[in-house]
Every structure is written in C-alpha cells, then in structure tokens.
C-alpha cells in the first residue's frame, strides 16, 4: 500500500468522492451532511491522501487544520467494495504521524450517528479518539458524533 499527497485529478478519486458523498446524503439529513466536495477540499488549510495498491484507489483521508495546534480529520473513505482490508486503519496512522510532525496538540472529527457508522467510530476509538462536544464551527446535532484525540 502507498499513501501520498493526492492532487485530486484522478478518476478514481472522483468517483470515491462522489460515492461518499452520495452516501453521506443517504444517511443524514442534508443539513447534517459535512462531507467535503473535491472543490472544498481544494483549499489551502486541507491536506488530501490517496491510498493505492497499484492502480487500485483503497481509500482516502484528509486533514483540515482549524488552527496551528488544532486539525479535523475529513473526507475518510474507503470503496463499498473495498472494505475491511486495513486501508482506513493505514491512512488514519499516516494522518495522525503527519499531525504530530506538524505539531498539532490535537485532532478532531465529526462523523454520523446511524448504525452504518459504527465501524468508523470503533475505528477511531481504538486508536484513542474520545467522544466529546462540538468543536470549531459545529453545533450540537442528534446526527453528529465529535470525537477527539490529544496528541
């Protein structure tokens, strides 16, 4: 597996993304839907990974930094077909060791309530993620889970 610093060009990331956000939308209420599109995800502040296995997209994560000491993790995805091969788990490390080196103090997330999510939070929670309130823009919404993790 190879994970870098992706541009957002490809295809594949094109269609991850589309495949992420349509699923977002499937699960949430729009108003609770916090999912960057590719050109949101373009901004400065946001670095965006692609994980491949040769020419096979695995997965993708990206940080947000809210402030010098202080990033969100955005844009976690692995293909529906793809699942449960250790490419979230894999991206999420490089994310955090990424983190570190930058010297944020912590990193935060925002993710779904829906059952559909509870990989995603045992995921986070293992790698020491707690749950906590709002943080940055958010608000209290029955449909968010926020989690953080000292770093």
């Known amino acids: 597996m190879h994970i870098h610093i992706d541009d957002l060009s490809d295809a594949s990331i094109h269609a991850l993304l589309s495949e992420h956000l349509d699923n977002m939308y499937a699960l949430s209420p729009p108003e609770s839907v916090h999912a960057l599109d590719l050109n949101q995800l373009r901004q400065t502040d946001i670095t ?23 990033a969100e993790v955005k844009s976690m995805r692995t293909p529906n077909k793809l699942r449960r091969r250790g490419a979230g788990r894999a991206i999420l490390a490089h994310m955090i060791e990424v983190a570190k080196s930058r010297g944020y103090q912590r990193l935060s997330l925002e993710t779904g309530t829906d059952e559909a999510f509870k990989a995603a939070h045992k995921l986070y ?27």
């Open 48 to 70: 965006f990974w692609s994980a491949w296995d040769g020419e096979t997209l695995l997965g993708c994560g990206a940080l947000k930094e809210i402030t010098s000491q202080h």
């Open 125 to 151: 929670e293992s790698v020491g993620f707690q749950y906590c309130g709002p943080f940055g823009a958010y608000a209290e919404d029955p449909h968010s889970i926020f989690m953080t993790l000292a770093l």
